[in-house]
């Protein structure tokens, strides 16, 4: 089975800090997408970003960004100039098959000022 | 712009009472689902359809019944609720389901069984 990782289940930064959340995937397709989902304690979903696998080119959102490595399966996110209104869960997910919507486990992550 | 809607936000049911979870979206998708979120364990598809008249079962489908008569809506059905189905709620829907299309979410139902 198709699974996505995330082993940091918490994390904490000073407001204006960088903050980087891991996430692995396994897959045997070529070409799929994988997501960034924000969920404030609202528990609204909220998609942050996406990375389509055959895209060399790393997206970005404005302080959002990703570090995609298709060889070690990797999808981080960055955020930078991190501010109180990131605090949330953040979910790491793929699309498997054509379907399913396959999330890791979740990073809480905390802002403090 | 409604999006996608759920309705209830909270419910509390005792072992073996039955309730349906509504879900409603308005952007003429094709595709919906549903999820269930439970501590630590991200978000597990339970039922999903892919046009009016179709519905095929996800990773945690037993004790769970859908239909889908509408494109604009995708009820979930508890018949005999088991404290085991407590849990956070989320219906979702996307275009097509397809690889590369992005699912949008409802903000989920809370419920809890006694």
């Known amino acids: 089975a198709q699974t996505v990782t995330q082993s940091q289940p918490e994390m904490s930064v000073q407001e204006a800090e960088t903050v980087t959340l891991s996430c692995t995937y396994d897959?045997?397709?070529?070409?799929?997408?994988l997501f960034w989902y924000k969920q404030p304690p609202s528990r609204q979903m909220i998609l942050v970003i996406r990375?389509?696998?055959?895209?060399?080119q790393n997206a970005t959102e404005n302080r959002f960004s990703v570090n995609f490595q298709k060889a070690a399966k990797s999808f981080s996110l960055k955020i930078s100039d991190s501010q109180l209104g990131d605090t949330a869960m953040y979910f790491c997910?793929?699309?498997?098959?054509?379907?399913?919507?396959?999330f890791g486990q979740g990073t809480r992550l905390t802002i403090n000022p | 712009n409604a999006g996608v809607t759920q309705t209830p936000k909270f419910q509390v049911l005792k072992t073996g009472q039955s309730m349906t979870l509504q879900c409603a979206q308005d952007?003429?998708?094709?595709?919906m689902s549903w999820y269930r979120q439970d501590p630590g364990m991200g978000l597990r598809l339970i039922h999903y359809?892919?046009?009016?008249?179709?519905?095929d079962q996800g990773e945690v489908p037993n004790g769970y019944n859908v239909s889908r008569s509408t494109t604009e809506d995708f009820p979930l059905r508890l018949l005999s609720a088991a404290p085991s189905q407590t849990s956070v709620y989320f219906c979702?829907?996307?275009?097509?389901?397809?690889?590369?299309?992005?699912?949008?979410f409802g903000p989920g139902t809370r419920l809890t069984v006694l």
């Open positions: 897959t045997s397709e070529s070409n799929y997408y």
């Open positions: 979702a829907s996307s275009q097509t389901g397809g690889r590369t299309d992005t699912q949008y």
């Open positions: 952007m003429n998708h094709e595709y």
């Open positions: 997910a793929q699309i498997q098959g054509a379907q399913k919507l396959v």
């Open positions: 359809s892919v046009g009016a008249g179709i519905t």
């Open positions: 990375q389509e696998a055959y895209k060399q």
